[in-house]
């Protein structure tokens, strides 16, 4: 048995997120899956690194699949890219050891969330990034954002609707970068994401960034694992999966 | 009577250009008179800086009107992009001499063209660049890019159905930037650009950084005044109209 991997890219805008789901549900995943049921005939153990919501974008989504068939990937990327959608592209491909699941065997993931902090929505970014008029105090937000750095439980800041108790996480690195024409990137590193993390954080930060918050705020809330305590949750068009590690 | 200018960007792949047409035809144009109407009830004296083509994109188109009325700028902006399509939005608002004209007034204009260079398409600079296979040399670009920079009679490289005779214009300069991911980004300014005059240049390079065309070619073709001479046009989608001065 073969397993390989691939990189992939995708606008999420027209897709109710990644994860297959019953019913007639445009998703990343039956896309992927029916290219590769087209070009394979048959696979097996179809996985994936990160299961962006409905909206969600990804600059670097890992899959995996295995199959007995030998693959020229050169080919295979170029037939694949030809029958999926416009909106999703095969970026690389790499033949991986039998044991790798590009969910259980990633050590990093790695989010990008973009602001657009100006008082017009670029044609080009409307589908991509949040707008928020109100001046925002971006040395403010970066103290916010170091709060979250470190292993801690995340209880509070993620939408829990099957009461896991496993809340804690590492968070690697939080970063607010400021480009031109008010574009603001939080990008963000953990071992893994509790569902809805990133944006339930980055709601929060910008509260403090916008004035609405302090700081302090933030210890409170991470003590008192109460997802009443978190900012609100920002729009998912914003977010891009950007980074995986292995 | 007050002369307001505005910086309009907007995404032209839904547009066939943006003059206005006879006929049914959904233009740049077209919009932004129709919403000035609903404003203002009445202006006069509309122009525009560059006249992009079906499908190009503009970061910074510049357009004035004038008007009896006193605006508040700032209100106005709102307005009107509330009132505009998602994909056209003003970005700044100016209050200018009553003899600005933001056609006749303007010194120089520059476009930037982009090109994926890479084994496959992002699935965010589909409608937005020109996919190129082939490893382009991109040293030997800037050197035919060099070529083009001066006053010179471009009647080679323009489609002229109306047979103008004044064909020379001054470029000021013409950059090939290279970005990650294979992106590349020809920036061209000029005093002013005949019709195509821009896409059948970066065509014409393209030539040459693909080894179908050598360098002296560039020299040849500019003497001979003859559109044969020059290279393909690239298509539409990869041109942005990026700076106007004044």
Redesign the interface.
Known sequence: MNNYAAVV???GTNYKGFQAQPGEVRTIQCELVKVLKVLLGDFEGFSYAGRTDAGV?A?HQVINFKTERELNL?KF??QA?CLLP??????EMRTVSKIFDSRRSATLREYSYYVSNN??????L?N?SLLITKKLDIGLMRKAADKFIGTKDYKSFCNDNLGTSLTVRSVYSFKVRNFPDGLLVFKIAASSFLYNMVRIIVGTVLEVGRGDRNLESIDGALEARDRKLAGKIVPAKGLFLTKVLY
């Open positions: 890219e995708y606008d974008h600059k050169y990327k170029w890219n416009p909106d999703i592209v095969i970026k008082n017009f929505h670029s044609a080009f409307k991509y």
